[in-house]
C-alpha cells in the first residue's frame, strides 16, 4: 500500500466536505461520508451496501447524488418500471429490433452502481407493479435475476448475474410503508438526517448558485 494513500484520501475527503459546507446551512457530514463510504464499498466483496437517503425536502438529497453523475460505473435513472431491470423485445417485422439492449441489467453487466433519486415513485405504483419491482431488486441483491417473456429475443437478455448497488433517496414518508421493508428485507442501510431549519438555511438556500453547487460537489465526489 502507498504509504501516502491515507492522506490522499483524507484531502479528498476535506475537498468533498467543503463543497457541501459552502453550499449547504449545518449539512449533517456524517450522512454525506456514509453515502460515499458505502458507494465505494461497491469495490470489496461480499454482499453490497444499498444506502438509502432519508430526509425531508429540500435537505440535499438529490444533491449528494447527482455528486455520482458521471462516474463510468454509474448509472442515474429517474423512474422504474416492472420491465426496467430485465425485458424482452418483441420482434416486428416491419420495424428492425434495436442493437441495444432495452434491458437495464444488461446494458451496465456485471457490475454497476443505480443512483435513484426519488425512492418515493416506487412506493407510490399499485401494488401489482410495486411487488414486481421489489421481487426484481430482492434478488438483484442476491446477484442473480432471471425472467421469461414467452418473446423469441435473445436468451440471454432473460437473465442477468453480477454485483449492483442501488443509491437511492426518500422523504421520511417512507416510514408509513412497512409492508415494502417487510418485502424488501433488511437491504438498505437507512442515512438519516433533518432540514436545517431558521432564517440563515432559508437565506443559504436563496441565494445557492446551483450550478456552481453542482460543479463543485461532483468534482470532489469524481476525485475522492
Given at each position: 500500500m502507498n504509504?501516502n494513500?491515507?492522506?490522499?484520501?483524507g484531502?479528498?475527503?476535506?475537498a468533498?466536505?467543503?463543497a457541501v459546507?459552502?453550499?449547504h446551512?449545518?449539512?449533517?457530514?456524517?450522512a454525506?461520508?456514509?453515502?460515499y463510504?458505502a458507494?465505494?464499498?461497491?469495490k470489496l466483496?461480499g454482499?453490497p451496501?444499498?444506502?438509502?437517503?432519508?430526509a425531508?425536502?429540500?435537505?440535499m438529497?438529490t444533491?449528494?447524488?447527482a455528486?455520482l453523475?458521471?462516474?463510468?460505473t454509474?448509472?442515474?435513472i429517474?423512474?422504474v418500471?416492472?420491465?426496467?431491470f430485465?425485458?424482452?423485445q418483441i420482434?416486428?417485422a416491419?420495424?428492425?429490433q434495436?442493437?441495444n439492449s432495452?434491458?437495464l441489467?444488461c446494458?451496465?453487466?456485471?457490475s454497476?452502481?443505480?443512483?435513484f433519486?426519488?425512492f418515493?415513485t416506487i412506493?407510490?405504483m399499485?401494488r401489482?407493479?410495486r411487488?414486481?419491482?421489489?421481487?426484481d431488486?430482492r434478488?438483484?441483491?442476491?446477484g442473480?435475476?432471471r425472467?421469461e417473456y414467452g418473446?423469441?429475443?435473445?436468451?440471454r437478455?432473460h437473465?442477468w448475474?453480477?454485483r449492483?448497488t442501488?443509491a437511492?433517496?426518500a422523504?421520511?414518508?417512507?416510514?408509513?410503508?412497512?409492508?415494502?421493508?417487510?418485502?424488501l428485507g433488511?437491504r438498505f442501510?437507512?442515512?438519516?438526517?433533518?432540514?436545517?431549519?431558521?432564517?440563515?438555511?432559508a437565506?443559504?438556500a436563496m441565494?445557492?448558485?446551483r450550478?456552481?453547487?453542482?460543479?463543485e460537489?461532483?468534482?470532489a465526489?469524481h476525485?475522492?
Open positions: 504509504p494513500s491515507r492522506n490522499d484520501g484531502r479528498l475527503w476535506r468533498v466536505e467543503k459546507v459552502d453550499h446551512d449545518k449539512p449533517d457530514l456524517e454525506v461520508q456514509a453515502l463510504a458507494v465505494a464499498a461497491h466483496s454482499q451496501v444499498w444506502p438509502m437517503l432519508v425531508p425536502s429540500g435537505s438529497k444533491d449528494l447524488l455528486g453523475d458521471g462516474l463510468p454509474v448509472h442515474l429517474d423512474q418500471t416492472p420491465n426496467t430485465l425485458s424482452g420482434k416486428d416491419e420495424r428492425p434495436s442493437q432495452s434491458s441489467l446494458r451496465i453487466g456485471a454497476g452502481i443505480i443512483v433519486p426519488d418515493g412506493l407510490s399499485n401489482t407493479h411487488g414486481s419491482v421489489l421481487a431488486m434478488r438483484i441483491y442476491d442473480h435475476l425472467k418473446t423469441a429475443d435473445d436468451r437478455e437473465e448475474k453480477g449492483i442501488f437511492v433517496a422523504t421520511p414518508e417512507v416510514d408509513r410503508h412497512y409492508s415494502v421493508f417487510q418485502t433488511e442501510v437507512m442515512i438519516r438526517w433533518g432540514r436545517p431549519s431558521g432564517i440563515e438555511a437565506l443559504r441565494n445557492q448558485d450550478k456552481a453547487q453542482a460543479a460537489l461532483q468534482k465526489v476525485n475522492l
